[in-house]
């Protein structure tokens, strides 16, 4: 299919950027409101509760553990202490390191919510968001530079997955509601069509690629997955799911290894070397709601999955049998709210993810915050939760950048960065 030609790429000047406002308060000061909250302990079962904690949980933290951290190193090097131990304090002095987050970028450059989020592997200043109109804003914050705007059809263009090309950071994949799968360079243009519908009834939800095997997986609104070469050509195109993919994710250790999850309640693993048909698949997931996502954490050990109700799971990539880790979490659907993905951390065992408070959820109470939470991937336990009174909205798509000092959120039409205080300032 002949590429075509995108918009011209834009210095837009509707974004709007700035620095974070000193006005913010400290968790500190906001104890008086955070004693309407109720604080609970998770338990010690594979199911967890979540409850409703204090942003802050500082009765929960522990002091900071440099000194710690310095031993392990010394016993590991001695081959007296596992590297386990070293792991878990750096993740426990990361933990640590959260109370000193504030958001100190905002942007608001779109006209429709923003709908998805990517960071360049390379630069960890700089992030890719999609909005519902098709827009993309490619945003160095490190830079004084106003970012890259390029702009979309409007109604129907909603950019539904977006990755940077692994192989020429300067150019990015997107899947969308406009019915394709292409790859794009910084101005705008389209390189080359990798899928498309050429009807307005089918469009596509979410793409992957992987470097190792060359390949471009992307699914579509109908149950069906398609996997194409990076020149282009189809492999196949099977419709794996009985309704909409909503997501679908390479393992970044096994690359023959594909998660794909749906509406219709399931998520299925396939290895790509043996599919033939939809009954091909390794092993289904069946879930009480629709699933949302489907992540595969970084060391490509454990399965993060979100419903669009009440539950995050993970599964062991090693015994797909067994009963995943369930952790209740209110995060329910809303037709007009971008869908809520858990992700995980790109260093730690960590999990983060928004919270749209539900008073139907069990350990609802009056006055929950809507924070962005932060879970240990192996107990399930809440370690921490970042909230800021000036920007309380629901924080739907939440990503650390590949350094994992950095967090981007998606709240509607908005797009905020935290970081340590200290670090923001100077940035």
């Known amino acids: 299919m002949a590429p075509r030609k995108r918009p011209e790429a834009q210095k837009t000047p509707e974004v709007v950027v700035r620095p974070k406002s000193k006005r913010n308060r400290s968790p500190r000061e906001l104890e008086p409101e955070a004693k309407k909250l109720c604080v609970k302990g998770p338990g010690s079962s594979r199911r967890f509760d979540s409850g409703c904690l204090w942003a802050g949980l500082a009765s929960l933290r522990v002091p900071p553990l440099c000194s710690s951290i310095v031993r392990a190193l010394h016993q590991h090097k001695l081959g007296t202490a596992a590297w386990p131990s070293l792991q878990q304090g750096l993740q426990q002095s990361f933990l640590n390191s959260l109370a000193s987050y504030r958001i100190f970028q905002k942007a608001a450059?779109?006209?429709?919510?923003?709908?998805?989020l990517a960071w360049h592997p390379a630069h960890p200043s700089t992030l890719a968001v999609?909005?519902?109109?098709?827009?993309?804003?490619?945003?160095?914050?490190?830079?004084?530079?106003?970012?890259?705007?390029?702009?979309?059809?409007?109604?129907?263009?909603?950019?539904?997955?977006?990755?940077?090309?692994?192989?020429?950071?300067?150019?990015?994949f997107t899947s969308s509601m406009e019915g394709t799968t292409r790859l794009q360079d910084f101005k705008g243009n389209t390189l080359r069509v990798f899928a498309s519908s050429d009807t307005c009834n089918v469009w596509f939800c979410s793409l992957d690629i992987s470097v190792k095997s060359r390949v471009v997986v992307t699914g579509d609104n109908v149950g069906h997955v398609i996997l194409l070469n990076m020149d282009g050509r189809e492999l196949w195109n099977l419709r794996m799911h009985?309704?909409?993919?909503?997501?679908?994710?390479?393992?970044?250790?096994?690359?023959?290894?594909?998660a794909t999850a749906s509406v219709d309640q399931t998520v299925k693993i396939w290895d790509l070397r043996q599919v033939r048909g939809k009954s091909s698949f390794l092993h289904s997931l069946p879930h009480r709601h629709p699933v949302n996502a489907a992540h595969f954490?970084?060391?490509?050990?454990?399965l993060l999955t979100t419903d669009q109700k009440s539950e995050i799971r993970v599964y062991s990539a090693c015994q797909w049998d067994?009963?995943?880790?369930?952790?209740?979490?209110?995060h329910r659907h809303f037709q007009h709210l971008t869908p809520i993905k858990a992700s995980w951390h790109p260093?730690?065992?960590l999990i983060v993810v928004g919270r749209y408070p539900d008073p139907n959820f069990k350990s609802c109470s009056p006055h929950e915050l809507r924070t962005i939470d932060v879970f240990d991937g192996s107990s399930g336990k809440i370690m921490y939760q970042l909230y800021d009174p000036?920007?309380?909205?629901?924080?739907?798509?939440?990503?650390?950048?590949?350094?994992?000092?950095?967090?981007?959120?998606?709240?509607?039409y908005h797009i905020l960065v935290w970081s340590p205080e200290d670090a923001g300032t100077q940035k």
């Open 109 to 116: 450059p779109f006209d429709r919510r923003a709908t998805s």
């Open 130 to 172: 999609g909005s519902k109109g098709g827009d993309i804003l490619l945003w160095n914050f490190g830079i004084k530079d106003k970012p890259t705007f390029i702009k979309g059809i409007g109604a129907g263009g909603s950019i539904t997955g977006l990755k940077f090309n692994p192989l020429n950071t300067n150019q990015f």
């Open 242 to 258: 009985k309704k909409k993919v909503t997501h679908v994710a390479l393992n970044p250790c096994c690359d023959w290894l594909l």
């Open 297 to 302: 954490s970084p060391d490509g050990a454990q």
């Open 322 to 330: 067994c009963p995943p880790s369930l952790i209740p979490h209110p």
């Open 347 to 349: 260093r730690y065992n």
């Open 390 to 412: 000036e920007s309380s909205g629901i924080m739907s798509l939440n990503e650390f950048n590949p350094m994992g000092d950095t967090l981007a959120s998606v709240m509607g």
